[in-house]
């Protein structure tokens, strides 16, 4: 599978080259990302939207302004939505002939949740799309009207990476119009290749959690070493960041008790010495906490150590000052709320 993979990513690399038209290239690009393989084509895909965010919009294609404005706003190129500025009537709104083009106004619907506050544009774009390809979802047929009630439910980029290619993966197959069978074998096979990797990650989390002493101490707090790998799942999920994400893991998972120690356990005058000893990172007067506190305390010191030896040197003085800041700025907070 490792090779068919490596080989569809070659063969994938040539499709840049020779595209037909602006829209097929943006197109390629929204799939690509969308079905969690982007990963793989990072300088293609740097190097075309380079060139899109220079190249004027095209005011006759609806579809292709929208597109071209969601692509480029996702990368943090900053483009003024006056380009809509054809499609709008007097009173500022869409044009009513708009509705006639499904597809361009679902690729609008997608582009107007990245509009700032200040667009007031986008903000009515939003809910006029939402308003259209609601009513209008019931009567379109398959597969157009599956991707519509998918992108109704959630806007695309707001969706986690893993999840959005695990069902955009059988949408983008069943469109004939729009799938490129080439394209959807190699999104197929990394699925199944990144989730083994991550499923010997996540049973390694949990072999480290429960391996370890203290956690098993503290009974009345939420365990939760596989939502914690999911978190950091959501948040880099590309086989070269696996020690981040590992190491960002044992961090969410060691956390979690933390706040439960305030919730679910502690009262004033016990938590008032641990938040102050949590506060300073002072090691030293962690045995004359109570016991869960204590507990506690080592394990986050003892997960905070493994951290920064599991960095260069450098890197590691700036991650974990800055998780201890995070910590300590807890407990200023509980510290606060309790006094």
């Not at 969706?159 to 695990?166: F, I, P, Q």
């Not at 490129?180 to 991550?198: P, S």
Request: glycine share 2%; charged share 30%.
């Amino acid at each position: 599978m490792v090779e068919r993979r490596d080989v569809l990513v070659k063969e994938a690399r040539k499709m840049f080259v020779g595209m037909p038209d602006l829209l097929c290239e943006m197109k390629l690009i929204d799939a690509l990302q969308r079905l969690g393989i982007s990963y793989h084509f990072q300088e293609e895909i740097h190097a075309s939207l380079e060139k899109l965010s220079s190249v004027e919009f095209n005011n006759e294609s609806f579809h292709e302004i929208s597109l071209q404005f969601r692509l480029l706003r996702q990368e943090r190129h900053y483009i003024s939505c006056d380009v809509f500025q054809s499609f709008r009537d007097n009173q500022g709104n869409l044009k009513d002939t708009l509705g006639a083009d499904v597809r361009a106004l679902l690729a609008l619907y997608e582009a107007a949740h990245l509009g700032t506050p200040k667009e007031q544009f986008l903000t009515k774009a939003q809910k006029q799309t939402i308003s259209l390809l609601t009513s209008m979802v019931d009567h379109l047929e398959k597969p157009l009207a599956n991707k519509v009630r998918h992108a109704l439910q959630t806007p695309s980029f707001r969706r986690m990476k893993r999840l959005e290619a695990r069902l955009y993966i059988p949408l983008y197959e069943e469109d004939k119009e729009e799938c490129n069978e080439l394209v959807l074998e190699l999104a197929t096979i990394d699925f199944y290749l990144l989730q083994r990797i991550h499923r010997e990650e996540v049973k390694e989390i949990c072999e480290w959690y429960h391996g370890l002493e203290s956690p098993r101490k503290l009974f009345y707090a939420r365990h939760r070493p596989t939502e914690a790998y999911f978190w950091a799942l959501g948040v880099c999920y590309e086989p070269q960041y696996a020690k981040a994400r590992k190491l960002l893991a044992k961090f969410i998972a060691t956390i979690t008790p933390y706040d439960d120690t305030f919730d679910n356990y502690g009262i004033w005058e016990e938590l008032e010495p641990f938040a102050n000893v949590m506060q300073r990172w002072n090691m030293k007067e962690v045995e004359q906490l109570g016991e869960c506190y204590r507990e506690y305390a080592h394990f986050m010191f003892g997960t905070m150590i493994e951290i920064e030896n599991a960095l260069p040197d450098d890197i590691a003085r700036r991650n974990v000052d800055t998780i201890r800041a995070i910590v300590a700025f807890n407990s200023l907070l509980f510290n606060l709320h309790f006094s």
